[in-house]
């Protein structure tokens, strides 16, 4: 090789610079064939690169898609009971450190003046409780007209979930059906929890008009119409709860993210509690006008409809009937008379026990049902 070698960078240099006749004719024919080789040596690096760079941002994407499908449950593609709390807890917690309820959640008691200021606050949850699972899961009727066990439980699972939200798995994008300021969760089992970012009187509306929705569901093979029984709690109401159920300088003590936290499962539990007493009290009805109508498919259903009547017998239901054959106009006031015991009964036990978290559940979710 030439002297000019020696110094390869500055060779190498020189070749990328010139034209192919320059380099032969100042350094020879195997200069070129060796900047030729360098280049195509060059190319395939560069292919290779390309192609490691393609390789890992495929394997970035399907990453990004497998922890998107992670966050929700494989059968109704809603987000599961951790993204439910996640989300609640960071709104509440904004609310505390930048909002209206951070001086609020110190205070001795919360008083009307307070509830005023914290009733605009868009923020509401709603608890969902599916009527029947068990029955839709292993009813003979529903196995055979959907070809097998659980079937008929997973359509009217899916079908529910259908109603409030769309998944694009590809785009990874939530598409809300039920309301654009609602996000769905499946908390487990049976139980839904929406997540409304809107006032208590809006959220209300929404939940009325799912509620209608999920009653038209059709279940090849059903005798009953399915049923979800939810309801509501606001932010203000957790708020209340939440000064109601610790001492004050218990909470002075608490970080914003703990304090939200328990805001949150207290809300949690006043939407649960309301949704339980509106069960109970359709359930009554229902099984009443059931046992009216047919009882053979009274009986055929009672056991799994008890449970969410307060554990009635059938005698009960007897008697009930009897009565309103007796006074028509006065059955609804005898059916809110026994959900108000049902309520003081429930009541007496919290206080008895002196559980603070749930008697202050218990005082302001009745409160809907006291009216």
């Given at each position: 090789?030439?002297?000019?070698?020696?110094?390869?960078?500055?060779?190498?240099?020189?070749?990328?610079?010139?034209?192919?006749?320059?380099?032969?004719?100042?350094?020879?024919?195997?200069a070129?064939?060796?900047?030729?080789?360098?280049?195509?040596?060059?190319?395939?690096?560069?292919?290779?690169?390309?192609?490691?760079?393609?390789?890992?941002?495929?394997?970035?994407?399907?990453?990004?898609?497998?922890?998107?499908?992670l966050?929700?449950?494989?059968?109704?593609?809603?987000?599961?009971?951790?993204?439910?709390?996640?989300?609640?807890?960071?709104?509440?917690?904004?609310?505390?450190?930048?909002?209206?309820?951070?001086?609020?959640?110190?205070?001795?008691e919360?008083?009307?003046?307070?509830?005023?200021?914290?009733?605009?606050?868009?923020?509401?949850?709603?608890?969902?409780?599916?009527?029947?699972?068990?029955?839709?899961?292993?009813?003979?009727?529903?196995?055979?007209?959907?070809?097998?066990?659980?079937?008929?439980g997973?359509?009217?699972?899916?079908?529910?979930?259908?109603?409030?939200?769309?998944?694009?798995?590809?785009?990874r994008?939530?598409?809300?059906?039920?309301?654009?300021?609602?996000?769905?969760?499946?908390?487990?089992?049976?139980?839904?929890?929406?997540?409304?970012?809107?006032?208590?009187?809006?959220?209300e509306?929404?939940?009325?008009?799912?509620?209608?929705?999920?009653?038209?569901?059709?279940?090849?093979?059903?005798?009953?119409?399915?049923?979800?029984?939810?309801?509501?709690?606001?932010?203000?109401?957790?708020?209340?709860a939440?000064?109601?159920?610790?001492?004050?300088?218990?909470?002075?003590?608490?970080?914003?993210?703990e304090?939200?936290?328990?805001?949150?499962?207290?809300?949690?539990?006043?939407?649960?509690?309301?949704?339980?007493?509106?069960?109970?009290?359709?359930?009554?009805?229902?099984?009443?006008?059931?046992?009216?109508?047919?009882?053979?498919k009274?009986d055929?259903?009672f056991?799994?409809m008890?449970?969410?009547?307060?554990?009635?017998e059938?005698g009960?239901?007897?008697?009930?009937?009897?009565?309103?054959?007796?006074?028509?106009?006065?059955?609804?006031?005898?059916?809110?008379?026994?959900?108000?015991?049902?309520?003081k009964?429930?009541?007496?036990?919290?206080?008895?026990?002196?559980?603070?978290e749930?008697?202050?559940?218990?005082?302001?979710?009745?409160?809907?049902y006291?009216?």
């Open positions: 090789m030439p002297e000019q070698e020696s110094n390869k960078e500055q060779y190498l240099s020189d070749l990328e610079k010139m034209t192919p006749e320059a380099i032969v004719e100042k350094y020879g024919a195997a070129l064939v060796e900047m030729l080789k360098r280049g195509q040596e060059s190319e395939k690096k560069l292919e290779t690169m390309e192609e490691e760079n393609r390789a890992t941002r495929e394997e970035n994407e399907s990453l990004k898609k497998e922890n998107f499908r966050r929700f449950d494989e059968l109704t593609s809603l987000e599961m009971r951790r993204s439910y709390y996640m989300r609640a807890n960071h709104a509440i917690e904004n609310m505390i450190t930048e909002g209206p309820i951070g001086d609020i959640v110190d205070k001795d919360v008083d009307e003046e307070d509830m005023a200021k914290m009733a605009d606050l868009e923020l509401t949850v709603a608890s969902a409780d599916l009527a029947f699972l068990s029955k839709y899961n292993n009813d003979p009727d529903i196995q055979v007209a959907t070809g097998g066990e659980h079937t008929g997973d359509i009217i699972l899916k079908e529910t979930a259908g109603l409030i939200q769309d998944v694009d798995w590809d785009a994008t939530i598409s809300p059906r039920l309301n654009t300021k609602t996000r769905g969760y499946r908390l487990g089992g049976d139980e839904f929890g929406l997540l409304m970012e809107m006032k208590p009187e809006e959220a509306k929404v939940a009325a008009e799912f509620k209608i929705k999920q009653n038209q569901i059709e279940v090849p093979g059903a005798d009953l119409a399915p049923m979800i029984n939810i309801d509501i709690a606001h932010v203000s109401e957790g708020v209340e939440f000064v109601e159920s610790f001492p004050k300088d218990e909470r002075e003590e608490m970080s914003a993210d304090k939200a936290k328990k805001i949150q499962d207290l809300m949690t539990r006043i939407a649960d509690r309301r949704a339980m007493l509106q069960k109970g009290r359709e359930r009554l009805h229902l099984l009443v006008d059931l046992l009216d109508q047919d009882e053979s009274f055929k259903n056991t799994w008890k449970k969410g009547a307060f554990g009635l059938k009960v239901y007897v008697d009930l009937l009897k009565q309103k054959e007796e006074d028509p106009d006065g059955f609804d006031e005898k059916i809110n008379e026994m959900v108000r015991n049902e309520l009964l429930q009541r007496e036990r919290a206080v008895k026990r002196d559980a603070k749930y008697e202050a559940v218990i005082k302001i979710a009745d409160k809907k006291q009216q």
